[in-house]
């Protein structure tokens, strides 16, 4: 994950004022954000297959889910080193961010996988 932007030259061109806040890189923000994307929606699909290998059906597999989405969530924050501010704008981008988004993949491998496994 890419960080804040932390050069000499900004620095010194930056008043006492100026100084205090965090400067963020919009190239490294949109990366951080499309990395967090792609790990939501690969833990999604694994996530989905192993529901359906294990024939959860009904809440379990939504409960599992979201079992999986928080595990994920730990997960970015341990990679960031729980200092989310450095990499993100706050808590919500690495907590909520993506957190449905990657429902209809879970579902859909999910469904897939418990035909294979325990219909055919």
């Given amino acids: 994950m890419a960080g804040r932007v932390?050069?000499?030259k900004l620095k010194e061109k930056a008043s006492d004022n100026l100084n205090d806040l965090p400067t963020?890189?919009?190239e490294n923000m949109q990366n951080n954000?499309?990395?967090m994307y792609y790990s939501r929606t690969f833990m999604s699909i694994i996530g989905g297959v192993v529901a359906g290998?294990?024939?959860l059906t009904g809440l379990m597999g939504f409960v599992f889910y979201f079992l999986i989405m928080g595990i994920t969530s730990a997960g970015l924050a341990a990679k960031a080193?729980?200092?989310i501010h450095s990499y993100f704008d706050s808590w919500n981008k690495i907590l909520l961010d993506g957190f449905f988004g990657g429902l209809m993949s879970?579902?859909?491998?999910?469904?897939?996988?418990?035909d294979i496994v325990h219909i055919f």
């Fill in 6 to 8: 932390d050069s000499d």
């Fill in 81 to 83: 080193g729980f200092s």
């Fill in 53 to 55: 290998i294990l024939g």
């Fill in 106 to 114: 879970f579902v859909l491998f999910w469904t897939f996988a418990y």
């Fill in 24 to 26: 963020f890189n919009a």
């Fill in 33 to 35: 954000a499309k990395v």
